[in-house]
């Protein structure tokens, strides 16, 4: 998956390798009605009650969990678009330690 950087950023990254991981918690993945990053397809619906747990899976195999509000209407098998907020991605090196 590619996603967008600023430039000191990337500059950043450069120094520590090329490969990494990037990391967001369930709850500030958004589901978006435009084309957002991503687009996947809800795999998964587990309601818990006061929230929905969505595991969506990209067409390159990546699985994504998203924490919405028990009111969504999105339902296994339906395609969404994904965001990612900038400020809430983490981005580690592939053994695990955090860069950005």
């Given amino acids: 998956m590619v996603y967008p950087l600023a430039p000191k950023e990337v500059e950043v990254l450069r120094s520590h390798g090329s490969e990494f991981i990037l990391g967001i ?26 929230a929905v747990l969505l595991h969506l899976e990209t067409r390159g195999g990546i699985t994504l969990k998203a924490k919405l509000s028990p009111e969504t209407s999105i339902k296994e098998g339906d395609e969404v678009y994904v965001k990612f907020p900038r400020e809430k991605v983490r981005i580690f090196k592939k053994a695990g330690e955090l860069v950005l």
């Fill in 25 to 50: 918690r369930p709850e500030y993945i958004r589901i978006v009605s435009e084309k957002g990053l991503v687009k996947a397809r809800c795999v998964v619906r587990e309601d818990l009650g006061t």
